[in-house]
């Protein structure tokens, strides 16, 4: 078996995925506004050989449309929220190895400053920054950016395809190879024949360029994707690196990630160009008691009104949650359709009501010792997924114990790395510092010379 | 006298304000996209008891419309240039003291996601963050942002004011004193009684809220502003806190000082509420006679199509230079309304040609012993100026011999502070963490009750 890869999901958030137990007095995501929570958890992350620290985001409060949020704002569920993209220089001064993943949705930056944060980024890090890209998929989300209504799954994605159009041309082709020559005595810093002008002109975008920083280690960051619709899959078919699954099941997964293989390679890429990571949470124990009891604890603090808010089932009009009891059917609800095809995937033995819907997201856990943990990751893995983003109950805590006592068991199966492979976050994982010349971005290469 | 305060004005690039000067074999300026240059100068300006580092940023090029760009990008002039908001959590977290101001255009970001990113640098920092509130001159900069061209000066300045207006009901507004509460007894993390959207409906904007972030240290970042037209002057005198100033003369910036403050009470706030900054640069020997030898070799560096370029006149149609002598009258320019006003106060005694643009701005230094510097800049307190935004020629050079050499000096006259105040960057420099009840953020404290 080869390594499989971990990245730890998190956001800069108190209550991210698991609520409640920010609770518990060794919870340090209380804090989170504090930099050495993360700059701490970078550096133990890194200490475990992880390929990345993947921040979630969103620009919103999951909670119905416009109505009320006191659930969330309550539990600290995911407001307040920071943004991840200025926290991160902070961690790439701490590490050397580790990747610096974060989510931006199309919605939140203007592409022309976005493709200059992340190349500032990529350069500060030495090429360890990741992109997650999201359309969103909150209601009121997008009535912090000047739209009365979020736009259709359709729309978004298709002013997804244009953001990222305007970005890979001012990564891949606004400068040359070689325009950067800092070259003292001829008193040359670029050449000022290989930095271009985009001229780009789209349907909500009109941006000139040249891009303003020079091109960074990875030029393009590596690119992850978690669309689960069908719009979603056919988008990180054409452009993701690394997909972001939450299967129920190995099979499941292992029918997500043929599926979304084949319309890879039918946009012209091969298979190995997509990697998958299924998002799963750990509870370890020395022995199969030990890992019980502390599955017994988290149970103690786990809000299940924070796990209905996050599927957007909590609130009523008044504010009041739906009693656990309450019928899916009977929910007036904003749910994506990715979260109801999961439901229906998952429960197929009775009408699933409110309540499955917190035991659904607090169950996906795996809980054992390390062996029992290693034994279901090859479960997995022989289901073809590459590697996991894990999901945490505390911070540090989740991700020491992981660290600690599982990943040694894995190393000994030949299952985790035992050394960082040298260079930026893409050359780790797939051998090359720039996107192949499959992925879609490596067409606006060498293109727009003559126009500078 | 009282101390005088310093702030390092640099940005984020190989060429601000001083071209040709990277060519020195000790500018490290070169090499602006690896962090440690950074991090090593901010540490550097700790030591040296700096109340700041103030990035500049553009987000386009100097250069006529949407003409040539080969002196700039041949010079390294502004271009290639990184963005400045995501470089400083490495700062803060290599720094305890040291403010963290940076330049952002209403243009570059939507007031929403700008707003928390703020708030999550200002928390990252504990409280050092300031905004340098620009509303951007460049018409290619707009090319880059959706726009066919620049608003004219007095529509920017309305955007500017709708944009500020947004922010402060997200920074004073959204959150109210004491919702934040950690509760880990009674599972309430915020008090949603406390937390609320703000509903901005304006010309430009649509924004519902609530503020993703929790009130940072300071709320409103310390807000400093440049504008030197009278909307520009005007806007200042509304919001600024600190005003940056490039006077030619000491007599020039005492009237730039007391018009704006006069403007200021005009617009309900007192004198004491906004402090002046004046640009400058200095050549520090140990005698005058090395302090000229400097000199020179600055001079032998020096890039007059730099200086030219900077100011909008190198470009001819053909991408070629305007010779020296080109009476400026002759001179199809973009240049500012600012820069043309300065060039009338400072140049009275003959028709100013191309050259003179150069030599003006290369000649904003003064030339000394540390004791002479001491004298000249005693001269600009009695003017008014509460302290100098420090241009470099070499970075860290210019900083390291004015903080070993010149504050020394000034420590003795009681004109530099000789330890940090505690606290945020308002608290150093107002005596508050949040802006007074006279600032027009203040108006918005506590108003968005009963919207929760």
Known sequence: MSPLRFNAFVMNTNSHIHHGQ???????????????VWVNLAKKLEEGLFDAIFFADIVGLYGAGD??????????????????????????????HLGLAFTSNVLQQHPFHFARQISTLDHISKGRVAWNIVTGTLENGARNFDLEHLPDHEERYKWAQEYVDVT???????????????DRERGIYSDPSKVHKIYHRGERYRVDGPHLPSPSPQRTPLLFQAGASDDGRAFAAQHAEGVFIIAPTPEIAADNIRETRRLAVAAG?????????????????STEEEAKRKEQELEEY??????LAHMNYAAKEDGTSYPPDTPLADVETNASKGLLTWLRQSITDHEPVVADV?????GRRIVGTPEQIADQLEVWQRAGVDGFNIFNWRIPDSYTEFIDHVLPVLRERG??????????FRQKVFGSDYVNERHPAAQYRGTFGGKS
Chains 1, 2 share one sequence.
């Open 168 to 182: 890979y041309k001012l990564w891949e082709g606004s400068w040359d190879e070689g325009a950067l020559l800092k």
């Open 269 to 285: 890429r091969r298979a190995e160009d997509v990697k998958f990571y299924q998002g799963i949470a750990f509870v370890v124990g």
């Open 67 to 96: 109505g009320p949020y006191d659930v969330n704002v309550r539990e600290g569920l995911q407001i307040p929220n920071h943004d991840p993209a200025v926290l991160l220089s902070a961690l790439a001064v701490n590490t050397e």
């Open 22 to 36: 920010w609770r518990h007095p060794d919870a340090q995501q209380v804090d989170f506004e504090s930099v050495d």
């Open 302 to 307: 786990l809000s299940i009104d924070g796990y």
């Open 358 to 362: 917190a035991a659904l997201l607090s």
């Open 415 to 424: 299952l985790a790395q035992t050394e960082y492979a040298p260079g930026t």
